[in-house]
């Protein structure tokens, strides 16, 4: 069955730093999502992505935050100056034409 | 603004009994609810999806209700496995049908005693 991919699994980094979180949606999908999940929490929407704009973000999806589909297969979360509560696990899921989302594994970010 | 309340306790039952999970939302009624299983560490995974014209719906050993006049949704395992072991996740779309909001309650752990 096809998959969402997301790399890095892990990613560790200091206060301030730039990320980028990477995903490869699902090739025949065309709506692309970010949600983010911090330990022992509910899985949290950011972001809602469709025809190379944002279709929707939620009040955590500041201007620290930006998304990108730089190519035909990539899907990016970039966070421009980390801080330590951006530590979580992000997971990108993408969708076709019916109502439901397919996950990948998550990238762990950890921020020091 | 719309809420999703789940039960964030755990939910112990023991092998071969019908686990029962309960969804509520607040609001305006969605025209579809979903159902999601995540194992630790793991994306959620899509089980069901029923709409608001439809009362109820099966897959294999499972099943979702879905009652607008008391906007609750009522996800049932039966004949529960260990295997069933996991954090089930109801969600809604909030975006008013553009599918471009879908969020999560916090989900309900249920522990499959052998």
């Known amino acids: 069955e096809p998959e969402v991919t997301q790399t890095p699994s892990h990613q560790v980094t200091q206060m301030g730093q730039e990320v980028i979180l990477r995903c490869v949606p699902i090739s025949n999908h065309l709506y692309f999502y970010w949600y983010r999940q911090i330990l022992g929490q509910k899985v949290e929407f950011l972001v809602s992505f469709y025809n190379n704009e944002i279709s929707e973000k939620s009040e955590i999806f500041d201007d620290q935050f930006s998304v990108e589909r730089p190519d035909g297969s990539n899907f990016t979360l970039k966070i421009r100056s980390t801080k330590l509560e951006d530590s979580a696990m992000y997971f990108c899921?993408?969708?076709?034409?019916?109502?439901?989302?397919?996950f990948g594994s998550g990238t762990q970010l950890s921020v020091l | 603004s719309q809420k999703i309340e789940q039960n964030s306790e755990a939910l112990n039952i023991q092998e071969g009994k019908t686990a029962t999970l309960t969804c509520n939302y607040t609001?305006?009624?969605?025209?579809?609810l979903q159902w999601y299983r995540q194992d630790p560490g793991r994306g959620p995974v899509f089980l069901l999806l029923i709409r608001e014209n439809e009362k109820e719906k099966r897959k294999e050993r499972l099943k979702v209700t879905f009652d607008t006049t008391l906007k609750q949704s009522l996800f049932h395992i039966t004949a529960s496995q260990p295997a069933d072991s996991a954090t089930y996740l109801c969600?809604?779309?909030?975006?008013?049908?553009?599918?471009?909001?879908?969020?999560f309650g916090i989900g309900t752990k249920l522990q499959v005693i052998p």
């Open positions: 609001n305006y009624s969605p025209a579809y």
């Open positions: 899921a993408s969708r076709g034409s019916n109502e439901k989302l397919f």
């Open positions: 969600a809604l779309d909030m975006s008013g049908g553009g599918y471009q909001k879908v969020t």
